[in-house]
């Protein structure tokens, strides 16, 4: 019953089914108040837009003008419209500036209205899907004015469906004035204009104050974050960062940044519509470049990583229009790869190694345990720190010395200075030295 009420409570706001009383009172000067909503009606924009007609009703305000521009809504609308509805305080939309759109949900509260007016080059429409993050229309009624397609501002005034054309939020409020409106409380008479000047410089003007509200700082933050490509963003550089950082062998700047962006990046999937199987994805092909890059070479994992990184960034988020936009999805990717394939295996070389160092003489070479090594850690050989590790058998604790008895790649294979056990790798490589011996023989 309580879904039923809701739409009903949708419909009456948009189609304008308020009962009237008799008699016009006047408007008063109490101020204008202009709430500014652009992009995606999510939670901060719908908290706004309830907040700010609860408040323009508490202080009396003399209308509230709704500047709108938003190509849809990934939250119930139902709690904006029904608050319109039950205004006091004459409500109007504007959707504006030149260009804007009024669509899905977005559509419905500009309908809700009691006056709807639009800026030229912009659009209204179509109704549906009022959610974007459902795909369907499925929580709305029919509705005997029911938009299906998108009209352009001057299609939507020989419609009907708006008041008319205004450029500008100025030109709005001043030719209200002396117009009638009709609230919960019965029907206003607007007083929002003056006129000053005289012949050619004769102009009309706001008689009364005009302050705009808009989300506050941590509304735009969420606001930001709620955004598809946004969340996209922070998910991918995010991951990179850490692996970034992982093999920094600290936890510094990087990690921490590429924390707080993937704690942003789950934040915004969150609000939206996303597979969480498609993050399970980007988690994976962030581990897969990590794998290759501590070999240091490209391999069966980084293509592992390429492949789970173009799937899950194509199919991360669902519903109507709301995935990232293709170049989006290329350029962010494309960043990541070039982290992955080129940015880690070139600092690792900067790191753990030198030109000067001859690595293959380094065998039987003695060092120092930075890291402990167990197996796997950071040693200095020759003043230059290198990735290193040791059968697990004979793990080295930090600041203990180690020889050197192996080279592969980029890492040195280290063992105690009193001998360690030997393991699989060290017996294939004595087996294939004797062999290659008794060949020679």
Same mark, same amino acid.
């Given at each position: 019953?309580?879904?039923?009420?809701?739409?009903? =409570? =949708?419909?009456?706001?948009?189609?304008?089914?308020?009962s009237p009383s008799a008699g016009a009172q006047?408007?008063?000067?109490? /101020?204008?108040?202009?709430?500014?909503?652009?992009?995606?009606?999510?939670?901060?924009?719908?908290?706004?837009?309830? @907040? &700010?007609?609860?408040?323009?009703?508490?202080?009396?305000?003399?209308?509230?003008? *709704?500047?709108?521009?938003?190509?849809?809504?990934?939250?119930?609308?139902?709690? #904006?419209?029904?608050?319109?509805?039950?205004?006091?305080?004459?409500?109007?939309?504007? *959707?504006?500036?030149?260009?804007?759109?009024?669509?899905?949900?977005?559509?419905?509260?500009?309908?809700?209205?009691?006056?709807?007016?639009?800026? +030229?080059?912009?659009?209204?429409?179509?109704? %549906?899907?009022?959610?974007?993050?459902?795909?369907?229309? $499925?929580?709305?009624?029919?509705?005997?004015?029911?938009?299906?397609?998108?009209?352009?501002?001057d299609a939507a005034v020989r419609s009907g469906?708006?008041?008319?054309?205004?450029?500008?939020?100025?030109?709005?409020?001043?030719?209200?004035?002396?117009?009638?409106?009709?609230?919960?409380?019965?029907?206003?008479? =607007?007083?929002?204009?003056?006129?000053?000047?005289?012949?050619?410089?004769?102009?009309?003007?706001?008689?009364?104050?005009? +302050?705009?509200?808009?989300?506050? !700082?941590?509304?735009?933050?969420?606001?930001?974050?709620? +955004?598809?490509? #946004?969340?996209?963003?922070? %998910?991918?550089?995010?991951?990179?960062?850490?692996?970034?950082?992982?093999?920094?062998?600290?936890?510094?700047?990087?990690? %921490?940044?590429?924390?707080?962006?993937?704690? $942003?990046?789950?934040?915004?999937?969150?609000?939206?519509?996303?597979?969480?199987?498609?993050?399970?994805?980007?988690?994976?092909s962030a581990f897969g470049f990590a794998v290759?890059?501590?070999?240091?070479?490209? /391999?069966?994992?980084?293509?592992?990583?390429?492949?789970?990184?173009?799937?899950?960034?194509?199919?991360?988020?669902?519903?109507?229009?709301?995935?990232?936009?293709?170049?989006?999805?290329?350029?962010?990717? $494309? %960043?990541?790869?070039?982290?992955?394939?080129?940015?880690?295996?070139?600092?690792?070389?900067?790191?753990?190694? &030198?030109?000067?160092?001859?690595?293959?003489?380094?065998?039987? @070479?003695?060092?120092?345990?930075?890291?402990?090594?167990?197996?796997? $850690?950071?040693?200095?050989?020759?003043?230059?720190?290198?990735?290193?590790?040791?059968?697990? !058998? &004979?793990?080295?604790?930090?600041?203990?010395?180690?020889?050197?008895?192996?080279?592969?790649?980029? #890492?040195?294979?280290?063992?105690?200075?009193?001998?360690?056990?030997?393991?699989?790798?060290?017996?294939?490589?004595?087996?294939?030295?004797? +062999?290659?011996?008794?060949?020679?023989?």
């Open positions: 019953m309580g879904r039923v009420a809701a739409y009903l =409570l =949708l419909t009456l706001g948009v189609i304008g089914v308020i006047s408007s008063g000067r109490n /101020g204008i108040v202009v709430v500014q909503v652009k992009g995606l009606l999510d939670v901060p924009n719908v908290s706004l837009l309830r @907040e &700010t007609i609860k408040q323009v009703n508490e202080d009396e305000r003399t209308l509230l003008l *709704i500047q709108l521009d938003s190509r849809g809504a990934i939250e119930d609308v139902t709690p #904006v419209v029904r608050a319109m509805s039950r205004s006091s305080v004459p409500i109007v939309t504007w *959707i504006g500036p030149s260009g804007a759109e009024a669509t899905g949900g977005a559509a419905f509260v500009a309908e809700a209205g009691a006056k709807v007016f639009i800026s +030229s080059s912009s659009t209204f429409g179509p109704h %549906l899907p009022a959610r974007l993050d459902e795909g369907v229309a $499925g929580y709305l009624p029919p509705l005997a004015r029911l938009l299906e397609r998108e009209l352009s501002a469906r708006v008041d008319g054309q205004r450029p500008t939020i100025g030109e709005t409020i001043v030719r209200l004035d002396g117009k009638t409106i009709e609230t919960a409380a019965g029907e206003i008479e =607007l007083n929002t204009a003056r006129v000053i000047g005289e012949g050619r410089d004769r102009r009309r003007q706001p008689n009364q104050e005009v +302050s705009f509200v808009t989300l506050d !700082a941590g509304g735009q933050v969420q606001h930001a974050l709620i +955004s598809p490509s #946004v969340a996209y963003f922070f %998910l991918v550089i995010g991951l990179s960062l850490i692996v970034f950082e992982f093999f920094a062998a600290s936890v510094g700047f990087a990690a %921490l940044v590429g924390a707080f962006m993937v704690l $942003g990046g789950l934040y915004g999937a969150s609000h939206l519509p996303v597979r969480w199987w498609a993050v399970g994805l980007l988690v994976l290759d890059a501590q070999v240091g070479r490209l /391999g069966f994992w980084s293509g592992v990583g390429g492949l789970t990184l173009l799937v899950g960034s194509f199919l991360l988020v669902s519903g109507t229009g709301l995935s990232p936009p293709w170049w989006t999805i290329v350029i962010v990717a $494309g %960043l990541a790869i070039l982290m992955y394939v080129m940015a880690i295996p070139a600092f690792i070389r900067a790191r753990f190694s &030198t030109p000067t160092v001859g690595r293959e003489a380094m065998v039987g @070479e003695m060092g120092v345990a930075e890291v402990a090594v167990a197996p796997n $850690g950071v040693v200095v050989v020759r003043d230059a720190r290198w990735r290193a590790r040791t059968n697990r !058998a &004979t793990p080295i604790e930090a600041g203990d010395p180690v020889r050197v008895i192996a080279v592969e790649g980029l #890492v040195l294979e280290v063992e105690p200075e009193t001998g360690g056990a030997r393991d699989y790798r060290e017996r294939g490589r004595r087996k294939k030295k004797d +062999s290659g011996t008794k060949e020679a023989g």
